[in-house]
């Protein structure tokens, strides 16, 4: 008998990848992302870390067939990173792949960096809104203010601490092979836990990977980034990267 049915991941046998969406208050857009998700990447797993929302985050998230991490109260995106790389971990998934609740990240696009690590390209790739590539033009996307200043100022560091160019280092689109998801489920001391796990993965000598990536702008809500906390995060950054430059200056 022929299926009218196309192949999915499912069939597969691609039942291995979990995909984490850190979550604050997020009822608005989680429901689009867990669509998005069980069309696009419909063998993998999914797990939300609601993080002490105080709306229906966690109940919109169970009632789309999501596994559910709840803390009680709210503890901030790097415990919520950490949880979701422990999950992985812990229950032995060969891909880690991590999008945000907002609605910003095309899962089509996550569901290439999956493709990389599955393919043993990489151990870890990194979507990219800054760099360009066959499908994706240069220049697509243009910051303003200070987010603008605080990219320039962090993606120079970061080509000085990673001894490599790395275009958009509070990326939130990941994928992550089994190689190291323990490595980033270890407890981040930075408020940037991205750049800290890029120090960490590079330090470890794991392949990283840059991948070019379309982004959105924000479904609805709120941004958890805006005045005085971005400006924070600009010296939050910066102090990350001190601590990541002597740290690999140590081990050189
Ligand atoms: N677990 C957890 N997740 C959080 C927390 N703060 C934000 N998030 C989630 O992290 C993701 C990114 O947060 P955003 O506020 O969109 O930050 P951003 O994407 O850097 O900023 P925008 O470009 O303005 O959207 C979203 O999925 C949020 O729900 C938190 O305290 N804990
Ligand atoms: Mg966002």
């Not at 509070?170 to 994928?175: D, F, K, N, V, Y």
């Not at 400006?231 to 990350?240: C, E, R």
């Amino acid at each position: 008998m022929i299926s009218a049915r196309a192949p999915s991941w499912h069939d597969a046998g691609v039942a291995d990848v979990v995909v984490f969406i850190p979550a604050w208050n997020e009822e608005e857009n989680l429901p689009a992302v867990l669509d998005e998700l069980g069309t696009e990447l419909p063998g993998a797993d999914v797990l939300v870390v609601d993080d002490g929302s105080t709306d229906a985050t966690g109940e919109v998230a169970r009632a789309r067939g999501a596994h559910v991490l709840a803390f009680p109260e709210n503890r901030g995106l790097r415990a919520g990173i950490a949880a979701g790389y422990a999950y992985a971990h812990e229950h032995g998934y060969a891909v880690c792949g991590r999008v945000d609740a907002d609605g910003q990240h095309p899962v089509a696009e996550l569901r290439r960096l999956v493709e990389e690590v599955r393919a043993g390209r990489c151990d870890v790739a990194v979507g990219s809104r800054y760099l360009s590539g066959v499908d994706h033009a240069p220049y697509r996307y243009r910051l303003e203010g200070p987010r603008r200043f605080g990219t320039a100022v962090t993606r120079r560091a970061m080509g000085v601490v990673l001894r490599r160019p790395f275009h958009d280092p509070m990326s939130g689109m990941w994928a992550v092979g089994a190689a190291a998801t323990e490595l980033l489920s270890r407890p981040y001391a930075s408020g940037a836990p991205e750049v800290e796990a890029l120090v960490r993965v590079t330090n470890a000598g794991l392949r990283l990977e840059e991948v070019p990536v379309e982004m959105r702008p924000r479904a609805g809500g709120e941004s958890k980034l805006q005045g005085r906390k971005a400006v924070g995060l600009v010296v939050t950054v910066a102090g990350t990267l001190l601590v990541g430059w002597r740290l690999m200056r140590r081990r050189r």
